[in-house]
């Protein structure tokens, strides 16, 4: 079992930048694919990225694609989500989550753990 902690959130300005973290307890961070997904005010959940075990392989949601980047440092046990070019759209509560499964994994109910959230609001 895992334990995670998302930190990072705040208010930004459109155009700014945030970088948020997600710390995870236990010592078998590394046998979890970790994934992002963010839930805006009265919308579902959606997913946002996904970084392998290795972190060699990653997947984002075309909406964030190119302006987000998904990282982990599994000797730190967290993994990370630099997000640049913030848009008020991305206004949400991001989650972290982590998950058993291999390939590539963005359907949330293939991920077994999830954090509280961290929110992030972008103003225009």
């Known amino acids: 079992q895992v334990q995670l902690v998302e930190s990072g959130g705040g208010l930004v300005q459109a155009g700014g930048s945030l970088r948020l973290s997600c710390a995870a307890s236990g010592r078998t961070f590394n046998s979890y694919r970790m994934g992002w997904f963010r839930q805006a005010p009265g919308k579902e959940r959606v997913f946002v990225a996904t970084?392998?075990?290795?972190?060699?392989?990653?997947s984002y949601a075309d909406s964030v694609k190119g302006r987000f980047t998904i990282s982990r440092d599994n000797a730190k046990n967290t993994v990370y989500l630099q997000m640049n070019s913030l848009k008020p759209e991305d206004t949400a509560v991001y989650h972290c989550a982590a998950s058993t499964q291999y390939g590539l994994v963005v359907g949330q109910n293939e991920y077994n753990y999830w954090g509280q959230g961290t929110q992030v609001t972008v103003s225009s």
């Open positions: 970084i392998s075990r290795s972190g060699g392989a990653t």
